[in-house]
């Protein structure tokens, strides 16, 4: 199984950035997929979840009305639409995967939220 994200860069505050993690070595459909971010000094944080068929989605209170999760089963991809960027978002962010009881996790890619 491999997760890789790519994406990532510095923007401005209230800028947009999109995320996208490429799965590998897995019957990607079947599988809840998960992005996590880890702030400076923090811990690791759930901020979005998506369903195997991309019907529900979930959010942090945080990142809720900013962000998007999005994926392409075809692609084997999970996207995280980010927009209205605050400093308070810089983080390594990471996608998830839980297959029989494993975890896999992306090697995360940073968003840097400055002006």
């Known amino acids: 199984v491999q997760l890789v994200e790519s994406g990532g860069g510095l923007v401005q505050p209230g800028g947009s950035l999109r995320l996208s993690c490429a799965a590998s070595?897995?019957?990607?459909?079947?599988?809840?997929m998960y992005w996590y971010r880890r702030a400076p000094g923090k811990e690791r944080e759930w901020i979005a979840s998506?369903?195997?068929?991309?019907?529900?989605?979930n959010y942090a209170d945080s990142v809720k009305g900013r962000f998007t999760v999005a994926r392409d089963n075809a692609k084997k991809m999970v996207s995280l639409q980010m927009n209205n960027l605050k400093p308070e978002d810089t983080a390594v962010y990471y996608c998830k995967a839980v297959i029989s009881l494993t975890t896999y996790w992306g090697q995360g890619t940073q968003v840097t939220v400055s002006s």
């Open positions: 070595g897995i019957t990607f459909s079947s599988y809840v």
């Open positions: 998506i369903t195997p068929t991309g019907t529900n989605t």
